[in-house]
């Protein structure tokens, strides 16, 4: 490996780690923010930096700080019987999982160095000649052939954090928040698993950034497969244990579930690794289900607008912008599905822990099973059509592609109107209870009152 190389793998590690650390920290924000909006509060806006008369509170945001180095000054208490190994590693564990996971998640497509001001053609292959100053660099940390595999692999660790969390604290609660996090854990990946297989049938590989190749020339898994992204979605959602699958750290019934003993950073690490896992799964969402870092129309020859066979529109880009509008394209997809989990979360109830199991095993699981074969019959049926059914399928393909193109820029804009557009306030003077007694007819009145 050459210094280049070593740098540049330097470069993708410090732009993924950085990309998440930074996310996670502002998500326990948009938590605050999102909440308070739903539920119609004020929100975060106490932590304030005064210079002299001015006031600086910038939306809220010093409260992520002021936790952050909150961590850092907190005391850090082990319990006096605790397991110190396990005690300390848990918290270490349940971050390095995370973290690991980035290692294979393509932000971008394949960059040439020695070709960035050029027009790339579409079906033009880049590859690395050190002595002719070409560099092929793929915008992954580890271009790995197991792909979503090692995904898998390492997403594993995290029930062993939480497990090992559990059982070293010396605390009943903290024990039965472990065991429950590993149940549920273990419960959901298999949906997890099972809803990809579908996809990867599709794909025809477990490569993530083949999967994004794919729906770049053909339509995003989300139209391709919808009931496996709805499963995946599902299931993501469970591993992260938020609500409504939070039972592993259920308030009302475990005080704080399995990391209830921990304080200082180790309990800031348990904290941050939630919200990572929030990042990570939508980082997963996007590659798989959203299309990764291809855009509507966009290819590495530049903009190309057709409709089955018929050329519409055609412009040529420069390589290096059609990389970097498809990394940027990459990062705002998984900031819109972090908001989307962040919005599940203060939208839906807890289940209660029977009926959080029933749903994985009872009806996610039955029902990943139904879309393998499903796809199955479908792709066989497919492969043995004529050609003027595969012509309707890459017409239907063009089609989804119009579809992103005109919704997405109006649903961002309708949510940027709508977040900074005042919200009309009234007062009301009586309750539920009044309005329901006044519907009725109205309550019978005391003889003191006439």
């Known amino acids: 490996m050459t210094g280049k190389e070593v740098l540049f793998t330097v470069l993708k590690v410090a732009i993924m780690i950085g990309f998440t650390l930074n996310l996670g920290g502002l998500l326990t924000w948009a ?3 999102q909440s308070s909006m739903i539920q119609d509060r004020i929100g975060p806006n106490r932590a304030v930096i005064k210079i002299g008369k001015f006031e600086l509170r910038v939306w809220g945001l010093l409260h992520t700080a002021a936790d952050g180095v909150k961590f850092f000054f907190k005391e850090d208490f082990m319990p006096p019987r605790a397991d110190r190994v396990l005690f300390s590693i ?27 001001k050029d027009v790339v053609p579409r079906s033009g292959v880049c590859s690395s000649d050190p002595a002719s100053g070409a560099y092929a660099i793929e915008l992954m940390i580890a271009p790995l052939a197991a792909g979503i595999l090692y995904v898998f692999a390492v997403a594993g660790q995290g029930i ?41 049938m599709l794909y025809g ?13 053909h339509a995003w898994g989300i139209f391709a497969q919808p009931i496996a992204f709805v499963l995946f979605f599902a299931a993501s959602v469970a ?15 475990l005080v704080s579930g399995y990391f209830t003993e921990y304080s200082g950073m180790k309990f800031g690490m348990f904290y941050l690794a939630e919200y990572m896992e929030v990042v990570t799964s939508s980082l997963l969402i996007v590659t798989i ?20 066979d018929h050329l519409l529109f055609h412009k040529d880009l420069p390589h290096a912008l059609v990389i970097g509008l498809g990394v940027l394209g990459f990062f705002g997809k998984v900031v819109v599905t972090c908001l989307l989990q962040t919005f599940v979360r203060w939208s839906l109830p807890r289940f ?37 059914v595969a012509g309707s399928v890459k017409i239907a393909a063009d089609v989804t592609q119009f579809v992103v ?45 006439a």
């Open 90 to 116: 848990a918290p270490m564990l349940a971050v390095a999982s995370v973290l690991a996971m980035l290692a294979v998640v393509p932000f971008g497509d394949t960059l040439c160095i020695a070709q960035w």
């Open 205 to 217: 590989t477990v490569r993530l950034d083949v999967m994004v190749q794919w729906q770049a020339e």
């Open 160 to 200: 062993i954090a939480a497990a090992m969390a559990g059982a070293s604290s010396d605390n009943k609660f903290s024990l039965m928040g472990g065991l429950r996090a590993a149940s549920q854990m273990v419960s959901y990946e298999v949906t997890l698993g099972l809803s990809l297989i579908a996809a990867m």
């Open 405 to 449: 193109a005109l919704t997405v820029p109006l649903v961002v804009l309708r949510l940027i109107v709508g977040y900074f557009t005042p919200t009309s306030r009234g007062t009301w003077l009586v309750g539920s209870s009044a309005t329901m007694a006044a519907g009725q007819g109205g309550t019978k009145a005391s003889p003191m009152q």
């Open 352 to 388: 209660r822990y029977d009926q959080l199991m029933r749903l994985g095993w009872r009806i996610l699981l039955p029902a990943s099973l139904a879309n393998i074969f499903v796809t199955g019959v479908v792709w066989l049926a497919l492969e043995n059509a004529g050609e003027g």
């Open 31 to 33: 938590d605050r923010r």
């Open 289 to 308: 289900f959203l299309g990764g870092w291809a855009l509507p129309f966009i290819h590495r020859d530049g903009v190309t607008v057709a409709l089955g």
């Open 239 to 253: 591993e992260s244990k938020r609500i409504p699958f939070d039972l592993p750290e259920a308030e009302s019934e």
